[in-house]
């Protein structure tokens, strides 16, 4: 029987094990949204409408992050696929599997500027892991294998698929392959074994190792195995922005994040290491800082997939490129028998001391009171703290818009588990974070799933609050509002000596009010007592929630190691505070 | 330095692009690019001319087998090889003159292959320093158009640099199960 070209498309979403869809109709995907119709009442796919495209490919993008599967988007031509492109580019720099199909004009008026025509491979092809123009019916079903196999192997990233209508509607038998085989992809996942073993007489013959996850240890599932490597051979553990849950941060080896806003004891740890592991990890300059200072002295290893990732911006000395799962089971398998890793364990010691020298001098800090003011200002690190007692338990999903409530989100919650992270490293999009949550929420119904958001960032996709109630996904959106664009403003008040512009945001939306309208749950809380009350409130709704907390406006992220500075000499918030108490009109009242 | 690099890629809409918009999102150098179909026509080589550091032209190389539609990529700087370019010029030709330029096509091996009464067009071939010479040596005669192709190689010996071995699709080919 001969299919058109969007039942084929339906099929193979079939074949494919796809659930769910987030997109928006127009003109060039008509019949592929009349094929679904019959798919729709069958019950094998819902659709899931969304209210600006940008929202569809940051649900499909949480959905991914909270499950690990690839998450599928539907969009028409035009300025339906150029509205994605900001979420598909958010995508593709923090290596999610994910599926974008786009409708074309036919093909017979493609590059005649016909309406709604853009070049939408040429616009996404720097923002893709690649992507495809289908201009033959016949070959729809492979490449739709083809891009979930694409999206999904090696490297994952995001894969389009552009279909002019016609092809939509032309005619011919559905082949679906049984195996997808692309000669010139053939990603190595093995990882030598010699490799592995130059690897480990290296970790074994050290005295400050230092393990550096990232987020290929997620994408790889290799948590287990990571976590099981640290325990055995007792190495300190700390992780990226993205790899955060790879390693259990309530395990006392885990050193919490890294880089430019990372704790202190990690970023010396990775200073003085001798033997650094990096695995799953880009070296992004967000880690390294200053590359001439970084890890001077320490011998490298590097495990990732992405033979371009390695020695790419740090040479190291014991390249593997592998899945990190993988090699890591390969290092399991060759450790030495236990007595002697009880041995070793017992020789890192000193390293272990030396760290925790460091988390004692410098923990994580903030103030949590405010100069001059009554006891009941709000800190924004407090708030987040709190939020994370109160639910730690449910082992929630937490998504983050970009700034510093991201920062504090990243240092004050601990993370586990893997895929309860869902943040945007690589590319820092604002307005990711309530978008995402709704596509976490649809992949896991039963879980809870929080949005830490800021006040500047969550207005850039608030549109899509109204498609949480819709479907009554009981999403929990924590506005953490300092009335500014906080991370800019700081960077203006420690770079530009405190030349406010363009980051004040006083006038705001009556939040309770905008979410009544959208048919959510409203709250707003201005004193510190509180918080705890609205958000066992927040959290016994069943409507999705917008929680206003006005928070401390001026307070920063630290530690901090400015753009382009060594990792080796973090500001503290302590030093930090001195410089602020100085500046302050009222400091008189606090000695 | 400068790097010659073979690049085996399957004969697909948009790989040209692919690789150049490669180079130019990473800001690195392309000297030279040719292009054209090989004896399977499922597969073009490129031949490209770049410089950079060492540790730019490894990058250059791992980023360009990350293209999907890109098979085999080969350095022939490291190897032995034979490079040439090939080059048309319409040279002004009158007077004195006229005899002149030809005796330097002669001299470098050139061929005639168009002439008018005020012009000869010659061809050129061999290396980038050859046709650099033969470009010197007839410009004060007066260059009406040049076109140059831009370098080929190949490796020398009998072996191939370039041969496809497909490797085996790993287990992991198979289509990956959604989860
Ligand atoms: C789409 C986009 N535009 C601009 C920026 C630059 N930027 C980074 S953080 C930030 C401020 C975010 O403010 P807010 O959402 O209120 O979070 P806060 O830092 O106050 O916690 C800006 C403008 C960005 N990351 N993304």
Same mark, same amino acid.
Request: contains cysteine.
């Given at each position: 029987?001969?299919?058109?070209? #969007?039942?084929?498309?339906?099929?193979?979403?079939?074949?494919?094990?796809?659930?769910?869809?987030?997109?928006?109709?127009?003109?060039?995907?008509?019949?592929?949204?009349?094929?679904?119709?019959?798919?729709?009442?069958?019950?094998?796919?819902?659709?899931?409408?969304?209210?600006?495209?940008?929202?569809?490919?940051?649900?499909?993008?949480?959905?991914?992050?909270?499950?690990?599967?690839?998450?599928?988007?539907?969009?028409?031509?035009?300025?339906?696929?150029?509205?994605?492109?900001?979420?598909?580019?958010?995508?593709?720099?923090?290596?999610?599997?994910?599926?974008?199909?786009?409708?074309?004009?036919?093909?017979?008026?493609?590059?005649?500027?016909?309406?709604?025509?853009?070049?939408?491979?040429?616009?996404?092809?720097?923002?893709?892991?690649?992507?495809?123009?289908?201009?033959?019916?016949?070959?729809?079903?492979?490449?739709?294998?083809?891009?979930?196999?694409?999206?999904?192997?090696?490297?994952?990233?995001?894969?389009?698929?552009?279909?002019?209508?016609?092809?939509?509607?032309?005619?011919?038998?559905?082949?679906?392959?049984?195996?997808?085989?692309?000669?010139?992809?053939?990603?190595?996942?093995?990882?030598?074994?010699?490799?592995?073993?130059?690897?480990?007489?290296?970790?074994?013959?050290?005295?400050?190792?230092?393990?550096?996850?990232?987020?290929?240890?997620?994408?790889?599932?290799?948590?287990?195995?990571?976590?099981?490597?640290?325990?055995?051979?007792?190495?300190?553990?700390?992780?990226?922005?993205?790899?955060?849950?790879?390693?259990?941060?309530?395990?006392?080896?885990?050193?919490?994040?890294?880089?430019?806003?990372?704790?202190?004891?990690?970023?010396?740890?990775?200073?003085?290491?001798?033997?650094?592991?990096?695995?799953?990890?880009?070296?992004?300059?967000?880690?390294?800082?200053?590359?001439?200072?970084?890890?001077?002295?320490?011998?490298?290893?590097?495990?990732?997939?992405?033979?371009?990732?390695?020695?790419?911006?740090?040479?190291?000395?014991?390249?593997?490129?592998?899945?990190?799962?993988?090699?890591?089971?390969?290092?399991?398998?060759?450790?030495?028998?236990?007595?002697?890793?009880?041995?070793?364990?017992?020789?890192?010691?000193?390293?272990?001391?030396?760290?925790?020298?460091?988390?004692?001098?410098?923990?994580?800090?903030?103030?949590?009171?405010?100069?001059?003011?009554?006891?009941?200002?709000?800190?924004?690190?407090?708030?987040?703290?709190?939020?994370?007692?109160?639910?730690?338990?449910?082992?929630?999903?937490?998504?983050?818009?970009?700034?510093?409530?991201?920062?504090?989100?990243?240092?004050?919650?601990?993370?586990?588990?893997?895929?309860?992270?869902?943040?945007?490293?690589?590319?820092?999009?604002?307005?990711?974070?309530?978008?995402?949550?709704?596509? #976490?929420?649809? #992949?896991?119904?039963?879980?809870?799933?929080?949005?830490?958001?800021?006040?500047?960032?969550?207005?850039?996709?608030?549109?899509?609050?109204?498609? #949480?109630?819709?479907?009554?996904?009981?999403?929990?959106?924590?506005?953490?509002?300092?009335?500014?664009?906080?991370?800019?403003?700081?960077?203006?008040?420690?770079?530009?000596?405190?030349?406010?512009?363009?980051?004040?945001?006083?006038?705001?939306?009556?939040?309770?009010?905008?979410?009544?309208?959208?048919?959510?749950?409203?709250?707003?809380?201005?004193?510190?007592?509180?918080?705890?009350?609205?958000?066992?409130?927040?959290?016994?709704?069943?409507?999705?929630?917008?929680?206003?907390?006005?928070?401390?406006?001026?307070?920063?992220?630290?530690?901090?190691?400015?753009?382009?500075?060594?990792?080796?000499?973090?500001?503290?918030?302590?030093?930090?505070?001195?410089?602020?108490?100085?500046?302050?009109?009222?400091?008189?009242?606090?000695? | 330095?400068?790097?010659?690099?073979?690049?085996?890629?399957?004969?697909?809409?948009?790989?040209?692009?692919?690789?150049?918009?490669?180079?130019?999102?990473?800001?690195?150098?392309?000297?030279?690019?040719?292009?054209?179909?090989?004896?399977?026509?499922?597969?073009?080589?490129?031949?490209?001319?770049?410089?950079?550091?060492?540790?730019?032209?490894?990058?250059?190389?791992?980023?360009?087998?990350?293209?999907?539609?890109?098979?085999?990529?080969?350095?022939?700087?490291?190897?032995?090889?034979?490079?040439?370019?090939?080059?048309?010029?319409?040279?002004?030709?009158?007077?004195?003159?006229?005899?002149?330029?030809?005796?330097?096509?002669?001299?470098?091996?050139?061929?005639?292959?168009?002439?008018?009464?005020?012009?000869?067009?010659?061809?050129?071939?061999?290396?980038?320093?050859?046709?650099?010479?033969?470009?010197?040596?007839?410009?004060?005669?007066?260059?009406?158009?040049?076109?140059?192709?831009?370098?080929?190689?190949?490796?020398?010996?009998?072996?191939?640099?370039?041969?496809?071995?497909?490797?085996?699709?790993?287990?992991?080919?198979?289509?990956?199960?959604?989860?």
């Amino acid at each position: 029987m001969e299919l058109t070209g #969007a039942q084929i498309f339906v099929e193979s979403l079939k074949k494919l094990k796809v659930d769910t869809l987030f997109g928006y109709p127009g003109g060039a995907v008509l019949h592929i949204y009349d094929a679904l119709h019959f798919a729709e009442k069958d019950g094998s796919i819902r659709h899931i409408l969304v209210r600006h495209e940008q929202g569809a490919v940051h649900m499909a993008d949480g959905y991914a992050r909270a499950t690990g599967k690839p998450g599928y988007v539907l969009l028409t031509s035009g300025p339906g696929a150029t509205n994605g492109v900001t979420g598909i580019a958010t995508a593709y720099m923090d290596s999610i599997p994910m599926v974008i199909i786009t409708g074309q004009v036919p093909t017979h008026l493609i590059g005649n500027d016909a309406f709604q025509e853009a070049d939408v491979v040429g616009i996404t092809r720097p923002c893709t892991k690649h992507n495809f123009l289908v201009k033959d019916v016949r070959d729809l079903a492979r490449v739709m294998a083809e891009a979930q196999y694409i999206a999904t192997s090696g490297r994952p990233g995001p894969v389009l698929v552009d279909i002019p209508k016609d092809v939509t509607a032309h005619k011919t038998a559905f082949a679906w392959p049984d195996r997808v085989d692309i000669p010139s992809y053939r990603p190595s996942t093995e990882g030598h074994l010699k490799q592995v073993k130059k690897a480990l007489s290296l970790i074994l013959g050290a005295k400050r190792p230092v393990l550096y996850l990232g987020g290929g240890c997620i994408w790889s599932n290799a948590a287990a195995e990571v976590t099981g490597l640290a325990r055995r051979l007792g190495i300190p553990v700390t992780q990226t922005l993205m790899g955060l849950g790879s390693f259990p941060m309530s395990d006392p080896l885990s050193l919490d994040m890294l880089g430019m806003h990372g704790t202190y004891r990690a970023n010396l740890a990775m200073s003085n290491c001798d033997v650094l592991v990096a695995i799953g990890a880009r070296f992004d300059d967000r880690v390294t800082g200053k590359l001439d200072e970084f890890c001077v002295g320490a011998k490298k290893i590097h495990v990732d997939i992405d033979p371009a990732s390695i020695s790419k911006n740090v040479e190291v000395d014991v390249p593997i490129v592998g899945d990190a799962r993988k090699v890591v089971q390969k290092m399991l398998d060759n450790l030495p028998p236990e007595p002697d890793l009880a041995k070793y364990r017992r020789s890192l010691a000193p390293w272990h001391a030396q760290i925790a020298e460091w988390e004692r001098q410098h923990p994580l800090f903030y103030q949590d009171w405010t100069p001059g003011s009554p006891g009941e200002v709000i800190k924004p690190q407090w708030a987040i703290q709190e939020i994370h007692r109160k639910t730690k338990a449910r082992s929630p999903v937490v998504t983050t818009d970009v700034g510093q409530h991201q920062m504090w989100a990243a240092q004050y919650f601990q993370f586990d588990r893997p895929f309860r992270w869902v943040t945007s490293g690589g590319l820092g999009t604002m307005g990711f974070g309530l978008p995402a949550a709704i596509g #976490a929420q649809f #992949a896991r119904p039963k879980d809870l799933v929080l949005a830490i958001v800021g006040d500047a960032s969550v207005q850039m996709c608030i549109q899509e609050l109204i498609v #949480a109630s819709e479907h009554k996904l009981p999403i929990k959106v924590f506005i953490i509002n300092n009335i500014y664009l906080g991370m800019v403003r700081q960077w203006q008040e420690m770079f530009y000596d405190d030349r406010y512009t363009a980051v004040h945001i006083p006038l705001q939306p009556d939040w309770v009010k905008l979410a009544d309208a959208m048919g959510a749950a409203g709250f707003r809380v201005e004193q510190k007592s509180k918080l705890p009350g609205v958000i066992d409130e927040a959290l016994s709704t069943t409507k999705p929630c917008l929680v206003d907390i006005r928070v401390d406006p001026k307070e920063s992220v630290f530690p901090m190691i400015p753009a382009g500075g060594s990792i080796a000499n973090p500001i503290v918030a302590d030093e930090a505070l001195k410089v602020h108490v100085k500046d302050d009109p009222n400091s008189a009242s606090l000695s | 330095m400068k790097h010659t690099l073979a690049v085996l890629v399957q004969n697909e809409f948009g790989v040209l692009s692919r690789v150049a918009g490669l180079f130019s999102a990473r800001g690195y150098n392309i000297e030279s690019l040719t292009v054209a179909e090989t004896l399977d026509p499922t597969v073009s080589r490129m031949t490209i001319v770049t410089s950079g550091e060492e540790k730019i032209i490894e990058q250059i190389t791992k980023q360009l087998n990350k293209l999907i539609n890109v098979i085999k990529v080969v350095d022939l700087t490291g190897l032995e090889h034979v490079e040439r370019e090939m080059a048309l010029v319409k040279v002004h030709a009158e007077g004195d003159g006229r005899a002149e330029v030809l005796r330097i096509c002669d001299i470098f091996r050139g061929k005639v292959v168009d002439v008018s009464p005020s012009s000869y067009t010659f061809e050129f071939t061999g290396v980038e320093e050859k046709i650099n010479a033969v470009m010197n040596l007839l410009k004060p005669f007066g260059i009406r158009e040049l076109v140059r192709t831009g370098k080929v190689a190949v490796s020398r010996g009998a072996g191939s640099s370039t041969e496809i071995r497909r490797r085996p699709a790993g287990g992991d080919a198979h289509l990956a199960e959604a989860g």
